[in-house]
């Protein structure tokens, strides 16, 4: 079945380490998107890619950085440069800029926590 | 700037009651997609409903229902006879011409038995 993987479900890394997030779509989906939600709050938007190879900065990119390497895949890291990084991750998919398939997909997301 | 107003940030009501939500939306492009999504407790967003903005016409699916009115910029949901099920946190928006989607605060729907 086609869809998004994140991983893992749940982080937790201790304060000074950067840590990674997975996120693949076996969807043949050109662009990906890096979201963090904040409890009772919406998303924002930290990174985007629409092709592989390039990425955008999103309204919050401090502190994040991210690869698209691979058509498939888009991780995510969480550097110590991120002051308040426990938050909820969710990556996303969808057509980008072909125009098709425009409505978006999501992972099940990470819920990252600094101990 | 292109943005979302949900203005109701928690709606509570209780089961087989109607509801509705409200989307009020900006945005500079002339066409555009909009969306609403939900999140349930568990946290994946699930994509309910796409609209072009050249089709007006309203839609149905089952017990959940969209009003598009392109003149007041507004993009409600109504979700008739409400399950317990139903609860979750709403989510609508404009899709920019960058393709990315605008989102607005959510709205919190709780459902009571």
């Known amino acids: 079945d086609g869809g998004i993987t994140q991983s893992p479900k749940y982080l937790f890394r201790k304060e000074g380490q950067n840590v990674t997030l997975s996120c693949e779509q076996n969807?043949?989906?050109?662009?990906m998107y890096w979201y963090r939600q904040d409890p009772g709050q919406g998303l924002r938007l930290i990174y985007y890619?629409?092709?592989?190879?390039?990425?955008q900065k999103g309204d919050i990119a401090e502190g994040y950085s991210v690869s698209r390497e691979k058509k498939e895949s888009f991780p995510l890291t969480v550097t110590s440069a991120q002051k308040n990084p426990t938050a909820f991750y969710l990556c996303?998919?969808?057509?980008?800029?072909?125009?098709?398939?425009?409505?978006?997909?999501f992972g099940q997301g990470t819920r990252l926590t600094v101990v | 700037a292109q943005k979302v107003t949900q203005a109701q940030t928690e709606i509570s009501v209780v089961e087989k009651e109607d509801v509705t939500l409200d989307c009020v939306y900006e945005?500079?492009?002339?066409?555009?997609?909009l969306f609403w999504y939900k999140q349930p407790p568990s946290g994946e967003l699930v994509f309910l409903i796409r609209?072009?903005?050249?089709d007006e016409q309203n839609e149905i699916s089952g017990r959940y229902s969209w009003n598009f009115q392109k003149s007041t910029s507004s993009f409600n949901f109504t979700i008739t006879a409400s399950q317990v099920v139903d609860s979750a946190v709403y989510f609508c928006?404009?899709?920019?011409?960058?393709?990315?989607?605008?989102w607005g605060a959510g709205t919190k729907l709780i459902i009571k038995p």
């Open positions: 996303a998919s969808n057509g980008g800029q072909t125009g098709a398939n425009t409505e978006a997909f």
């Open positions: 969807l043949n989906h050109d662009a």
């Open positions: 890619s629409q092709i592989v190879n390039d990425f």
């Open positions: 945005t500079r492009d002339t066409t555009y997609y």
């Open positions: 609209r072009n903005s050249f």
């Open positions: 928006g404009p899709l920019d011409s960058n393709y990315q989607l605008i």
